[in-house]
């Protein structure tokens, strides 16, 4: 199969969150089970153009009334010989930021930079004269390709194309004034029929959702809770119409960079068999974040974008956030990296000031990420609601039992503890508030201390789960099918 992935992130070119690895990965994996797969993107200007191949000639795209010229530059993704194209419009995109910058988070041309993405696809097929099976396109960003398909491009060489849209997060739709509209290069009667209409303005993620031929989400639990009021957004009631159509996918592990018995960013490797060595590194994190070298104290590790979505305010909210309490009360440690919204990385500091057994490090850190997932015992993550989640799934395969709240990948991912038989992979809350967390981390400190040979027994059988990309890849040919058949 011919597959085209559109995107506005993939990496190592350009990634804000996980739809980046997620594209990237999917499209290696694709190529190995011997489909030709090309991927699509802007040329952001960080992308240095000098490590990439121009493509002879400009390219224009058609945005409704004008015309603009694009360059076409061409890469491919490491250890892989997937293609990505880069479309290069200096005007828009030729700036610091994807979506836009921290005094600016969201462009106000946002609209426009996006439909030349979408109209790009199709100038761009022309050009390479290769024409795809499959446009598959990611979050809102993307959303104007399987729209254009389905209105505008469906006849000639693409009548036989059909298109896959994947909801990474529904939060994030892009919405904008419907005056960006005839920049999509659609007919007027479609603002209503492709259903961008959104309280009169127009939504990209809810016209994907609306246009696609078939539609994915990654996990099977976020697949339903989007069709729920309190999980949708507001675009629940339009996906329980496309319900049929709609298929969850959970997201694989890069497990080339996150595998222990590999890691080079941690300073002790070491597998289900040695996983006694786990100490080496839980050791070297407490001296790292200057916490009280005692192997017996059992070290809770959390790694978020400091954001609502992840549970924070219920966690670090000043005066009624659980974190404070839990180190006041239990016998244990809390190292925190994170970064994002500025009152919760004053929180932190101002707990870690508090604190003797809270560490933070506020800032982006890779190295430190892998030595938190080989270090602690235990993995907090109470998140509102997750897609799919990667960090609960690097931690049952480092040994690092998740403590989560009950929704999206993560329950699909991690099996509730059950006292009684010693079964499960982590610690499962169903309500996300701060007293939940409070109580379940506590559920999990008893058990350190009191179940050890049931805590051990979950390490072990983390361990032993296998979330690679290609069963995911597997997964996503069957929904190809699917959509070419229809
Ligand atoms: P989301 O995409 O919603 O942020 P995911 O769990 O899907 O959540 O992916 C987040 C990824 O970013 C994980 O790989 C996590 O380890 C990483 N990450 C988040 N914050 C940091 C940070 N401050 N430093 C290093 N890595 C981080």
Redesign the pocket.
Known sequence: MKILMVTSEAVPFAKT??LADAVSALAVSLEKLGHEVAVVMPRYYRIDRSRLELLPGPMAVHLGGQEIWTGVYKSSLPDSSVPVYFIDHEQSFGRDGIYGVPGETDFNDNPVRFSILGQAVFQLCRKLHWFPDIIHAHDWASALAPILLKFNERHGEFAGTASVFTIH?IGYQGVYSKHFFPYTGLAWDNFYSAGFEDWDRMNFLKAGIFSADKLTTVSPTYAREIQMPEYGFRLDGILRFRSGDLTGILNGVDTDIWNPSTDKLIPQTYTAKTISKKAVNKIELQKRMNLAVDESIPVIGI???LAD?KGVSELFGPAYGSAYQICSDMKLQMVV???GEAWCENELSSLASRLPNFRTYI????S??HLIEAGSDFFLMPSRYEP????QM?SLLYGTLPIVRRTGGLADTVENYNEQTGTGTGFVMDNLNPSSIYNTVGWAIYAWYNKKEHINAMRLRGMEKKFGWDTSALNYVKVYESALKK
């Open positions: 969150g996980g997060n790694i978020t974008r979505q990296l994170g970064s800032g982006f850190n890779e430190l990420s799919c989640g990667l960090n690097y």
